[in-house]
């Protein structure tokens, strides 16, 4: 069964002090890998999609690395308005066209 | 703003009871998808229309049912409501059959029994 975990579950930052997130995933067969961000109350932004390891993703201060079995969100710099839940999701070949998502990190980025 | 409209944004209703939550995709899109958002439980996927055909389906509850119109829209059927069936309810779209496109996600209903 396709799973994905992500690590950790809350993660505090001051401004401007980088750091990484983890999605890891069990999948047969990846299709795609995701990240949205998610705002309180709010839908899911789509940050980033991830076909093959060794695919690197950037998108302002947000890059996003994929292996064979985990990914990485790396936030360079945060801002507070970078504060949200990061969520992981995956498609796998058997998933038979279900996207999992992962359990997301929430971030807060202290001025 | 993503582009898909959900309506009502919110929904208090009593145990029992059954709703309709309606979903617009953005222009272009044929695929649209809907998922429950609990805090216990995260997002989980429901169900999956392309173009009018149910393409696969998730944790949906029997009480639960969709479909997809001609103009593409979408509507969520929840019936006999219970307690725990309060959450977000999302609806999603893309542009292609396939989920390894992209999900633009709308705002949500939020639905509270009672």
């Known amino acids: 069964e396709d799973q994905v975990t992500q690590s950790p579950e809350a993660l505090r930052l001051q401004e401007g002090e980088s750091s990484s997130l983890n999605c890891s995933y069990t999948v047969s067969g990846l299709r795609g890998l995701f990240w949205y961000r998610q705002d309180p109350g709010k839908g899911p932004e789509f940050l980033f999609t991830?076909?093959?390891a060794g695919e690197e993703k950037e998108k302002e201060r947000l890059k996003a690395t994929l292996t064979k079995k985990e990914s990485f969100l790396h936030i360079t710099a945060p801002k507070p308005e970078d504060s949200a839940t990061y969520l992981c999701a995956v498609q796998g070949r058997t998933s038979y066209d279900k996207v999992i998502f992962g359990p997301g990190t929430s971030l807060s980025v202290i001025p | 703003d993503s582009g898909v409209t959900q309506t009502p944004k919110h929904l208090i209703t009593a145990t029992g009871q059954r709703v309709t939550l309606r979903c617009s995709p953005r222009?272009?899109?044929?695929?649209v998808y809907w998922y429950q958002q609990s805090l216990d439980q995260g997002l989980q996927f429901l169900i999956h229309?392309?173009?009018?055909?149910?393409?696969a389906k998730g944790n949906i509850l029997e009480r639960f049912s969709a479909q997809q119109f001609p103009d593409l829209h979408s509507e969520l059927n929840l019936s006999s409501l219970e307690l725990g069936d309060s959450a977000l309810y999302f609806c999603?779209?893309?542009?292609?059959?396939?989920?390894?496109?992209?999900?633009?996600f709308g705002p949500g209903t939020r639905l509270t029994v009672t």
């Open positions: 999603a779209s893309s542009v292609g059959r396939q989920t390894s496109y992209e999900q633009y």
């Open positions: 991830l076909y093959s």
């Open positions: 222009s272009g899109d044929l695929s």
């Open positions: 229309y392309y173009n009018g055909e149910e393409r």
